[in-house]
């Protein structure tokens, strides 16, 4: 069954307005979620980790002040996508892992359209 | 540089067929893990193979097997009698020690097509 739920699948917004992506682990305490973005035809890159109780780690060149991450709880992370910009329009997915050397697995996605 | 090479964009295979998609890497670290996960359209990542570095036999999972040539740094996959569920795209994946623990980096991805 799915180790991870991602919320919602798809969303469309208008410029300047934020949306905030929920991703929640199922069936296992994740003390640390990891968000990746995917702009059409490309690979996986990743954004930030998430870290239960404290601040996120961002990439290089991802703005903290616009993708706002938190991890409340050891099930649920949420990235907020703040003053959303068409640039913004993107694929997003979050993903777990249950230990340092499992695979990670993968939320659904979010497909963010920008308007 | 780049971490994970795929040279296949696209590849195309006849239903039934076996397949192979390349994969190479680079990487300093002598523990090190590599792992295949496929795309289809509706943008989930599917794990597929998981193949670590001190694994001296290739690893399978019932219709994937991983091709591991450490020395040459390779870690092809092979999709023995594809079916037409199988057209997704393909990625490569290597877990690396990070500053602040351990990453995943993907590579570009190969588009598998299978024709009936």
């Known amino acids: 069954g799915a180790v991870v739920s991602q919320h919602p699948s798809w969303v469309i917004c208008k410029s300047g307005t934020s949306v905030k992506i929920e991703c929640r682990s199922l069936d296992f305490q994740a003390t640390t979620m990891f968000w990746y973005r995917q702009f059409p035809k490309q690979s996986l890159m990743l954004m930030a980790t998430s870290n239960e109780g404290s601040k996120a780690t961002y990439e290089q060149g991802v703005e903290k002040d616009k993708f706002l991450i938190n991890h409340a709880s050891l099930t649920l992370s949420t990235l907020t996508v703040t003053s959303a910009h068409p640039e913004d329009s993107s694929f997003y997915i979050c993903s777990v892992r249950r230990a340092e050397d499992s695979p990670l697995h993968f939320g659904n996605g979010t497909r963010l359209t920008v308007t | 540089?780049?971490?994970?090479?795929?040279?296949?964009?696209?590849?195309?295979?006849?239903?039934?067929e076996a397949v192979t998609l390349d994969c190479t890497y680079d990487t300093s670290d002598q523990s090190y893990g590599l792992f295949w996960y496929k795309q289809p359209s509706s943008g989930e990542m599917i794990f597929l193979i998981y193949q670590g570095s001190y694994?001296?036999?290739?690893?399978?999972e019932g219709r994937?097997?991983?091709n591991f040539q450490k020395a040459r740094k390779s870690a092809n996959l092979v999709i023995s009698a594809s079916q037409l569920g199988d057209s997704a795209m393909y990625f490569c994946a290597m877990r690396e020690r990070w500053d602040y623990g351990q990453n995943f980096v993907f590579g570009p991805g190969t588009r598998l097509s299978v024709l009936p």
């Open chain 2, 64 to 66: 994937y097997s991983l």
């Open chain 2, 55 to 60: 694994d001296e036999q290739n690893a399978t």
């Open chain 2, 1 to 16: 540089a780049q971490k994970i090479t795929q040279t296949q964009p696209g590849m195309f295979v006849q239903e039934k």
